[in-house]
Structures are given as structure tokens and as C-alpha cells.
């Protein structure tokens, strides 16, 4: 079994989140996990102007999807940032090129889920995670959220991120809060309960 966590990170804090997924993937036993990340699309002056530059050279040596290997995964999970309360232009422009796919139904039946980052608690993360979520029904995935049986998101004493659609984490309104370790845990929790969802639809 393969599974594919693809993501899209402009300060990091989605591709902290996706190693956490993928940590939580390869608890389970002959899953192969693989990190990928969606190409940029913003012109190198303007990732220069709002400070993006630095921040993603952590994470450059992360191998670049392309949209045709998707099909070669049981499960993917996908992360993104939120923007506007909506998916990020980067990982859109990568699902819109997944139309040959869609056409001829590659996706169907495989394990897909959603975890996302905004700036504030109520930044979009759940409207996010939703509308990826149409966009997965779409191509045919089976959809994995992120069940209460993790009970890190039902506590209120701290900032969390953390919804039953998915694993989120709030970054702050400079990029200056990094996921927190009940944020990762929800990441590594959805990362094991999706790819035990794609082992029994495998079998």
C-alpha cells in the first residue's frame, strides 16, 4: 500500500504539519508513505516581498508532485493554507490539472483527507477543509476526516487547532506560532486513521 502526503507551504507551517501526517502513516504496518509538495506559482520577487523565500528553503529539498502520479497512491491527504477561507492558489492550480484523471477515473475508490493552517482561530480552516473536501467527492475519493475518537480537539484551555474534517493548526497573524504538539498529534492521528481506511479498502 502507498500513500501520498502533498502539500503546498509558504512558511512552513503546513510542511511541519505534513511530516506529522506522515509520521502518523507509517504506523501502519506496509504502508509506504511518500512527501511531496505541489509546484510554486507566485513569481520569485513576490515570495521575496512578503518574506517567503527563507522559510521554504527548509523545506526545497521536498520532491515535486506531478499530477499523474496520483493515481499510483491508495491513499493522499493533502495540506494546504488557507486563503480567504478557501484552498490556496497553488494547490488549486495543481487539482485543475487533474482533469485527464478525473476523465478517466483514476481516483475512485482511494482514501482521501484535508488538513489545512490559517492565521486566526476562525480564519476558514473548517469552510477550507469543506471545500477541498467537494473537490475530492468529485474524483471519487473516500473521504477520511479526523473523528473524535482524538480527543486533543475536544479540550478548550489553550489555542488549538483540530476539527472532525480535518488537522489544522493556527500559524498567527506574522507566521510566528508554529503547530503545536496537540496540532501535530491530530496530524499524526490523521495520517494513521487514513491509511488504516485505505488498508481495509485495499483488502
Known sequence: MKT???????????????????????????????????PETLPQNILDQIGATGA??????????????????????????????????????????????????????????????????HGGQETTIRSFHTELLHHGFVIVGLPYAWQGQMGHETVTGGTPYGASTVAGGQGERQPSENELEGARFQGRHTAEIASKLAK
Request: glycine share 10%; proline share 3%; hydrophobic share 45%.
Open 4 to 38: 501520498l502526503v502533498l502539500f503546498y507551504s509558504t512558511y512552513g507551517h503546513i510542511w511541519k504539519m505534513a511530516e506529522a501526517v506522515a509520521e502518523g502513516a507509517r504506523q501502519v504496518a506496509g504502508n509506504e508513505v511518500v512527501v511531496k509538495r505541489v
Open 56 to 121: 521554504q528553503k527548509a523545506f526545497e529539498h521536498i520532491p515535486v508532485a506531478t499530477p499523474n502520479e496520483l493515481e499510483q497512491y491508495d491513499a493522499i491527504i493533502f495540506g494546504t493554507p488557507t486563503r480567504y477561507g478557501n484552498v490556496c492558489g497553488q494547490m488549486q492550480a495543481f487539482m485543475d490539472s487533474t482533469g485527464s484523471l478525473w476523465a478517466q477515473g483514476k481516483l475512485v475508490g482511494k482514501a482521501g483527507g484535508v488538513f489545512v493552517s490559517t492565521a486566526t482561530q
